[in-house]
């Protein structure tokens, strides 16, 4: 069982940045993908960026690619979404999960939020206009 918390959402205007926290703890390993997805209301639950635990490789929608960035801390179990010249359209709740891939040679970043095993809570970024 793997906890994920985030932190970090709120309120900013056009053009600002918010960094976003998600703190895993429980039975983390290497062989996991985080992923960061976004809900707005009435909207599906989107991928927004992706990471693996055991590399620097990442991927991303690509409406925020060049604005946002992924990036894990190993050492202290975080993984971090910089978000950089927010738009309005990226007001949303942001998710933190994570993929359990146990068995995978080599690990995949998946973009369907079904295929993620752990969530948490959720964080609310607002984006004025």
């Known amino acids: 069982q793997v906890q994920l918390v985030e932190s970090g959402g709120g309120l900013v205007q056009a053009g600002g940045s918010l960094r976003l926290s998600c703190a895993a703890s429980?039975?983390?390993?290497?062989?996991?993908?985080m992923g960061w997805f976004r809900q707005a209301p009435g909207k599906e639950r989107e991928f927004v960026a992706g990471?693996?635990?055991?590399?620097?490789?990442?991927l991303y929608l690509d409406s925020v690619e060049g604005r946002f960035t992924i990036s894990r801390d190993n050492a202290k179990n975080t993984v971090y979404l910089q978000m950089n010249s927010l738009k309005p359209e990226d007001t949303a709740v942001y998710y933190c999960?994570?993929?359990?891939?146990?068995?995978?040679?080599?690990?995949?970043?998946?973009?369907?939020?079904?295929?993620?095993?752990?969530w948490g809570q959720g964080t609310q970024v607002t984006v004025s206009s």
């Open positions: 990471i693996k635990w055991n590399s620097a490789s990442t």
């Open positions: 429980g039975r983390t390993s290497s062989r996991y993908v």
């Open positions: 999960a994570a993929d359990r891939q146990p068995f995978a040679l080599e690990l995949v970043v998946k973009t369907l939020w079904t295929e993620y095993d752990y």
